[in-house]
């Protein structure tokens, strides 16, 4: 797994734990201002992931209504940048289903590279909330989510 490197530590990057169940790991969000100038608060995400998995936990295929997995797992972490700071993250375990060509074409594409990260698929019912980020931009906070999928990408928002 190769590793895109923002805001001084690695995001980005699926790690595939079982090539023949078609199982991998990864970052569905860190605390961190994404590149809309949100910040997903990660206690708000754990409220709602036990719904997600209740409700099947589908893995889409870039936020389209290409369901192509589903999620098996989620943990609270803690990722580090190269300072030494420390951020919450959310990791995810999934597996990429072997029914369908499309199935077949994005397992490829993660073993690849070419997909390289998750995405959350969901909305907030609470106004955003406004905060000056630690380099004096403003940012907004999202609270009171849903979650409907997570999407496989080749570039998600969330660093």
Same mark, same amino acid.
């Given at each position: 797994?190769?590793?895109?490197?923002?805001?001084?530590?690695?995001?980005?990057?699926?790690?595939?734990?079982?090539?023949?169940?078609?199982?991998?790991?990864?970052?569905?969000?860190?605390?961190?201002?994404?590149?809309?100038?949100?910040?997903?608060?990660?206690?708000?995400?754990?409220?709602?992931?036990?719904?997600?998995?209740?409700?099947?936990?589908?893995m889409s295929n870039t936020h389209t209504n290409q369901i192509i997995g589903r999620g098996l797992d989620f943990k609270k972490v803690k990722v580090k940048d190269s300072d030494g700071g420390t951020y919450?993250?959310? $990791?995810?375990? +999934?597996?990429? !289903?072997?029914?369908?060509?499309?199935? &077949?074409? =994005?397992?490829?594409?993660? /073993?690849? %590279? $070419?997909?390289? +990260?998750?995405? !959350?698929?969901?909305?907030?019912?609470? &106004?955003? =909330?406004?905060?000056?980020? /630690?380099? %004096?931009?403003?940012?907004?906070?999202?609270?009171?989510?849903?979650?409907?999928?997570?999407? =496989?990408?080749?570039?998600?928002?969330?660093?």
């Amino acid at each position: 797994m190769e590793g895109v490197f923002f805001n001084k530590f690695v995001t980005k990057g699926l790690k595939i734990t079982d090539k023949d169940r078609r199982i991998f790991t990864g970052l569905l969000s860190v605390e961190t201002v994404d590149k809309q100038g949100e910040m997903i608060v990660i206690d708000e995400l754990m409220k709602v992931l036990p719904i997600w998995m209740r409700r099947g936990a589908p893995m889409s295929n870039t936020h389209t209504n290409q369901i192509i997995g589903r999620g098996l797992d989620f943990k609270k972490v803690k990722v580090k940048d190269s300072d030494g700071g420390t951020y919450s993250a959310i $990791e995810i375990t +999934g597996e990429v !289903f072997k029914d369908y060509s499309l199935d &077949d074409d =994005i397992w490829n594409r993660m /073993k690849k %590279g $070419e997909y390289r +990260g998750l995405s !959350f698929g969901g909305a907030t019912k609470a &106004d955003r =909330i406004p905060f000056v980020w /630690k380099d %004096g931009s403003l940012a907004y906070k999202l609270i009171d989510l849903e979650q409907y999928e997570v999407a =496989i990408c080749e570039d998600p928002a969330n660093q």
